[in-house]
């Protein structure tokens, strides 16, 4: 396992690498976490801010819920893929609703995704109109991984929330930022974009494993 993390992007996420879905470039990926390890936890989204998704720490205590009380925190399930195109473990957030969808399709078509390799789609661009689907990938192009061989990062802290006196130290980083570039600090943490992560509704999925939220 390697002790060295290399690039800007990976040091300041804390080595963690993140999968972004884009429409007609399918991943292929074999998922480490499902069923009974997949976690969820409310964010924020706050495109201003460094880092834009701030886990909550609930709306009694949190800086951001007080600041924007009709905005309430999106519901994001995180977990780990293995990816064989370039070997490496890396980490995935999706909406409630996704998850939901997903899970539906390999009840459907009998897929184990912790056991075989699937191919996840994504249709859409924008936060409302996104949608993914999944097949069981089998071709036969890529090997079940050695499981001890994997540098699987932990996700304790991509599910552990913030604490308030770091969101506060988020805001005010903020506010100085601005004000140090208009010489106006007059600058509240404001209504932050859509996240598009609706969190209603049933999973739909009459049969197959369940999932525990």
């Known amino acids: 396992m ?5 690039g800007l992007s990976d040091i300041l996420s804390g080595g963690t690498e993140w999968i972004t879905f884009e429409e007609n470039k399918p991943k292929i990926l074999l998922f480490l976490d499902w069923y009974e390890n997949l976690v969820g936890i409310r964010e924020h989204y706050e495109p201003s801010l460094n880092p834009k998704y701030v886990r909550c720490p609930g709306k009694d205590i949190c800086p951001l819920c007080q600041a924007n009380p009709g905005k309430y925190p999106a519901l994001r399930i995180k977990f780990r893929v293995y990816d064989p195109t370039d070997n490496k473990v890396k980490m995935v957030s999706l909406a409630k609703t996704h998850i939901q969808k997903l899970n ?22 924008g936060a409302s109109d996104t949608s993914y689907s999944a097949r069981e990938y089998k071709k036969g192009d ?5 499981m001890e061989d994997l540098d699987v990062p932990d996700i304790t802290p991509q599910i552990t929330a913030h ?10 980083a903020m506010i100085a930022g601005v004000a140090g570039n208009t010489g106006n600090g007059n600058t509240g943490a404001g209504t932050p ?15 197959g494993r369940s999932l525990p939220f």
């Not at 390697?2 to 290399?6: D, E, F």
């Not at 974009?193 to 049969?207: E, H, M």
């Open 142 to 146: 890529y090997a079940l991984p050695n």
């Open 104 to 125: 539906q399709e390999f009840n459907l078509d009998e897929i184990d995704p912790t056991k075989a390799f699937v191919t996840i789609h994504r249709t859409g661009k």
């Open 163 to 172: 604490t308030p006196e770091e969101i506060t130290g988020f805001m005010n």
């Open 2 to 6: 390697s002790t060295v993390v290399k």
């Open 193 to 207: 974009q859509d996240s598009g992560t609706s969190q209603q509704g049933n999973s739909g999925a009459s049969r």
